[in-house]
């Protein structure tokens, strides 16, 4: 079974960094697409960043795009979230998830899975 496991989160002041990481199990490299979501108390999950385990092809968030930076060491299995400049509104629970075989492309989280317990942000004001 694929397994996904979230870790690296934490209490930073505004406009500080976190580096998220993701340790991914049992799943075929390949064509595959590891995407990072975060939801806020009383908010939908929503999509924040994807690679494909190619490293080449990333998709961001637009509210994230030039903070975030999504990577992959493909020799661990593991894939990063670097988030600089953060503002309280990244603050939430972020998950890492594997996308689903031809649903390239999509951001829903409906065509995501092996979800983890994720790992907790907050930024400060």
């Known amino acids: 079974d694929v397994q996904t496991v979230a870790s690296g989160g934490g209490l930073v002041p505004a406009g500080g960094s976190l580096r998220l990481s993701c340790a991914v199990s049992?799943?075929?490299?390949?064509?595959?697409?590891i995407g990072w979501f975060r939801q806020a108390p009383g908010k939908e999950r929503e999509f924040v960043a994807s690679i494909v385990w190619s490293g080449i092809t990333k998709e961001y968030a637009d509210d994230v795009k030039g903070r975030f930076t999504i990577s992959r060491d493909s020799t661990n299995n593991m894939v990063f979230l670097q988030m600089d400049s953060l503002q309280p509104n990244d603050t939430g629970v972020y998950y890492c998830?594997?996308?689903?075989?031809?649903?390239?492309?999509?951001?829903?989280?409906?065509?995501?899975?092996?979800w983890g317990q994720g790992t907790q942000v907050t930024v400060s004001s």
């Open positions: 049992g799943f075929r490299a390949g064509d595959s697409t």
């Open positions: 998830a594997l996308r689903s075989p031809n649903r390239f492309g999509s951001t829903s989280r409906d065509d995501f899975g092996s």
